[in-house]
């Protein structure tokens, strides 16, 4: 009962900070410090990568009809296009095509360091460090943001350039825990033009074949030989962070149509030092 309740926590921790600018990966890095769940290394390792599905599926859900790139014909439509094309919805279909551009950068580091990533830098000094300058910089874009006018404000308006950039942004994040995947994407977002509304909802998109993509890799190299014991942790874990997610996506998409990211870079700040200072005097 106590490990199920442990793994109610991370599910909770990772619905709340996958979906906020605060570093989902950080997040749970630090809560494994202080949370141990009565696993093997290589089953934490994975865990908490693959508990992140539980919050894809909840981007999954409640965009499915901007995510989902097919159609039923309307027969009352005489306009419409004829053959297989009726079918398709042409701008979902190349909102994906960005999305894939924008993943290349983080899928080539991923396969070709991904491992030599993890172990150089998944650590709470990394975090901690990561936290504090990308909190600093959330501030900074906000107050420079006050003088200048978004320029892109819809998904349909974002160029394969702007999504190839925002994927390099997305990039540090994969290098450096601590950054948040969705920070670093707002981030590159607000800087590039776009409004919050349009960075924040790309961000999600972007993280479903990513997210999708690093579990896979991470489900592959553990192995399908789950325990029950295991399973029931991955699972638990997951629906969680899926109901959870659910709450916090709503929630910040509500948000930023009236505030500012600057609190979320607050938060970074004061976090990251606590860290720091907590490790120190160990």
């Known amino acids: ?83 297989i ?6 701008d979902t279909f190349i909102m994906w095509f960005k999305i894939v551009v924008a993943c290349i950068p983080a899928v080539i580091i991923e396969l070709a360091a991904g491992d030599w990533l993890e172990e150089k830098f998944y650590n709470y000094q990394t975090v901690a460090i990561m936290l ?10 906000e107050n420079r943001n006050k003088e200048h006018s978004a320029k892109i404000h819809t998904i349909s308006e974002i160029t394969y350039q702007t999504a190839f950039l925002i994927g390099v942004f997305q990039l540090v994040a994969a290098i450096f ?64 962070a899926f109901v959870v997610s659910l709450i916090v996506i709503k929630f910040l998409m509500g948000y930023i149509k009236k505030h500012d990211f600057k609190v979320f870079g607050w938060y970074r700040i004061i976090l990251g030092v606590l860290v720091l200072g907590y490790f120190i005097a160990l």
């Open 1 to 83: 009962m106590l490990e199920i309740l442990k793994s109610i926590l991370f599910g909770i921790v990772e619905g709340i900070t996958e979906w906020l600018p605060i570093s989902s990966t950080g997040h749970m890095i630090l809560l494994d410090e202080f949370v141990k769940l009565d696993a093997s290394e290589a089953f934490m390792e994975m865990y908490l990568v693959v508990i992140q599905l539980g919050a894809i599926m909840a981007v999954v859900i409640l965009f499915w009809n901007q995510l989902w790139p097919f159609c039923i014909p309307d027969a009352k439509n005489k306009t419409q296009s004829q053959g």
């Open 85 to 90: 094309m009726q079918y398709i919805k042409k």
């Open 132 to 141: 504090i300058a990308v909190g600093i910089l959330f501030i900074f874009i």
């Open 177 to 240: 825990p601590g950054t948040s995947r969705s920070g670093a994407t707002i981030i590159g977002g607000l800087m590039l033009g776009l409004t919050r509304t349009v960075a924040a909802e790309f961000t999600f998109y972007l993280a479903v074949p990513v997210m999708f993509g690093a579990s896979l890799i991470k489900v592959l190299k553990f192995g399908l030989s789950f325990t029950a014991y295991e399973l029931s942790l991955l699972i638990i874990g997951m629906v969680v």
